[in-house]
């Protein structure tokens, strides 16, 4: 969890830009943080409608992040923290990290802990790196 929370310290607060600065970009700063890899250089985007284009070709968040993150898993217990993960909060998703048992996410308004029962779905990057 030490090095988790030494990369989320790493991240530097801007606002909220679809790109540089949302979610995803949140998610995969931290997990290249961790494992060395950039899971995001397939994507281009630098607006919220350019990322719900990549989004809505592949079906959802969920199969967006599976195109580079590979298969997901449900079994969040079982992820370590810092993986990849969705959460789901009255229909909006989000991308963020696992932290014990919740997740921390970036959304519009800054950063967020969110409760496990909102993480749908994650991922091992660890088993893929």
């Not at 990369?7 to 830009?17: G, I, P, S, T, V």
């Not at 990322?51 to 592949?58: R, W």
């Not at 993150?69 to 998703?93: A, K, W």
């Not at 991308?95 to 997740?103: I, N, T, W, Y």
Request: aromatic content about 8%; overall charge negative.
């Amino acid at each position: 969890m030490i090095e988790v929370l030494k990369a989320l310290n790493k991240w530097e607060r801007r606002e909220f830009d679809y790109g540089s600065v949302d979610c995803c970009q949140f998610a995969g700063f931290v997990v290249q943080e961790l494992t060395g890899k950039d899971y995001l250089t397939v994507f281009d985007y630098n607006s919220e409608a350019a990322a719900e284009k990549i989004i809505a070709s592949n079906g959802d968040l969920i199969a967006t992040a599976s195109t580079v993150l590979g298969e997901s898993t449900s079994d969040i217990e079982s992820l370590p923290d810092g993986s990849p993960v969705i959460v789901d909060m009255e229909g909006q998703q989000a991308m963020g990290v696992k932290l014990a048992s919740e997740a921390v996410c970036l959304l519009k308004k800054g950063l967020a802990r969110v409760h496990r029962q909102h993480i749908i779905r994650g991922w091992n990057v660890w088993l893929t790196s």
